[in-house]
């Protein structure tokens, strides 16, 4: 059986496919990766022997650059032509495409799926982009949701004709280059009749979603055996548990005053900091000895040995601090990051931050709840109920998906 893992994303959509993509290769599957040519992302992919297909620019200097919403649908187009370049070339000979990370390259990549005949599944690693009465949509950068609309379904309905606005005429345009037909709802498209879900049932229980069958899977989490470096675990040995912060691929453009509000909340609560630099380039100011900076890292080992995590609200890390049993504090900037940070907080495992920019005083009273032995217990006590084995899972999904005849009929 040959693969093809398709995605365009920050670290926290690679993430999951490196998982998936060593749980298929356990199956005796050929595996390969269609994903930005971002350098981390080629060395993860790399040390886990899964060949990378690059496709479009850098996520992380797209991300940095901050485009204006106005600019969004002509980096759609690029990337949505990107994908078709890309992924056709990749998928030759494959029996299974999953396409999964941004709207638009998710329906770039399901359209040539269409177009080769392959069989193909779209995936989301949260639950937030399925209709659903029970929730309203996330707004769309410079398309905000009306706010004296308060009924879910027409807030949906709005959501898919601001899809099909901001994505609609670059899909159809290359579809039309590839002798497809258009596609009248983006969204619905990519999406499909059988979505899956790929998150933990305990962290995102699955509301209703009566227009879908979503397949639910399980986070999809590679174990990893790395060593933490001699000098972080020097540093971990050396006193009490620190207080980990990072905030992975977010930008944080005022990543310095973030980086010492941080530190300085930590000193607050007698503890020691473990600053995590990621793309924002997280850096304190100083030289004392109870602050420490690490790089890429072994976060489920290290978050083992921390008193608490201090983090952006993604997904990935997420689970994996509820995995390791740490405490949290989550400080969301985007996107599905408010949800995660309220079930962190509904959990009673840590504490939501109220809002993207935290001073000394907002964090040093998240903090205070996540210090307490009460969510210490509560954490440990869920940490046993996280599953691991969700890429395992969907490995022999696709597996038996294979074995059937026939692509993936759109929705």
């Known amino acids: 059986m040959r693969v093809l893992l398709s995605t365009y994303g920050s670290r926290g959509d690679v993430e999951p496919l490196v998982a998936l993509a060593m749980s298929l290769r356990g199956l005796g599957a050929e595996v390969r990766v269609c994903a930005p040519p971002d350098e981390d992302f080629a060395q993860r992919l790399t040390g ?17 650059a901050a485009p204006p919403p106005s600019s969004l649908p002509r980096y759609a187009a690029e ?21 999964t990370g941004m709207l638009p390259a998710a329906a770039g990549a399901l359209s040539v799926a269409e177009k080769l005949g392959i069989r193909s599944v779209s995936v989301t690693f949260q639950q937030l982009t399925l209709p659903s009465p029970h929730r309203r ?16 379904r027409v807030l949906w309905e709005l959501d898919a004709e601001s899809v099909d606005a901001l994505f609609g005429a670059a899909l159809n345009t290359n579809r039309a280059s590839f002798g497809l037909p258009p596609v009248d709802h983006v969204r619905d498209y990519v999406i499909g009749d059988r979505p899956w879900l790929a998150t933990d049932p305990t ?46 691929s977010m930008p944080m453009h005022a990543s310095t005053d973030v980086a010492q509000v941080a530190v300085e909340a930590v000193r607050k609560q007698g503890r020691r900091a473990l600053v995590a630099s990621g793309w924002a380039g997280l850096a304190p100011i100083g030289s004392r000895d109870d602050c420490f900076v690490v790089g890429e890292v072994n976060q489920q080992e290290l978050f083992r040995r921390v008193a608490a995590v201090v983090h952006h609200g993604g997904a990935g890390t997420t ?36 809002g993207p920019a935290p001073t000394v005083e907002s964090l040093t009273a998240a903090l205070t709840t996540a210090l307490t032995p009460g969510t210490r217990a509560r954490a440990t006590a869920v940490a046993a109920t996280i599953r691991t084995d969700g890429a395992d899972v969907a490995a022999n999904l696709l597996l038996d998906m294979a074995g059937r005849e026939g692509p993936r009929t759109p929705a």
Request: hydrophobic content about 50%; charged content about 15%.
């Open 203 to 248: 962290l995102d229980p699955l509301q209703a979603t009566p227009d879908f069958d979503v397949v639910r899977t399980g986070a999809w989490v590679l174990s990893d055996g790395r060593p933490l470096p001699a000098a972080l675990t020097a540093f971990l040995d050396a006193g009490t548990p620190p207080v980990y912060v990072g905030f992975g």
């Open 137 to 152: 949509p996330l707004a769309w950068p410079g398309r905000p949701l009306p706010p004296d609309v308060t009924d879910n």
């Open 79 to 99: 990337l949505i032509a990107g994908q078709f370049a890309a992924v056709t070339a990749a998928a030759e000979g494959c029996d299974v495409l999953v396409a």
């Open 319 to 354: 689970t994996t601090a509820a995995r390791a049993g740490a405490p949290q504090v989550v400080v969301p900037q985007a996107a599905d990051q408010p949800y995660w940070a309220g079930r962190v907080a509904g959990l009673g495992i840590g504490a939501a931050h109220d």
């Open 48 to 64: 886990a022997g899964v060949p990378l297909v690059p496709v479009g620019r850098s996520a992380r200097a797209l991300t940095e």
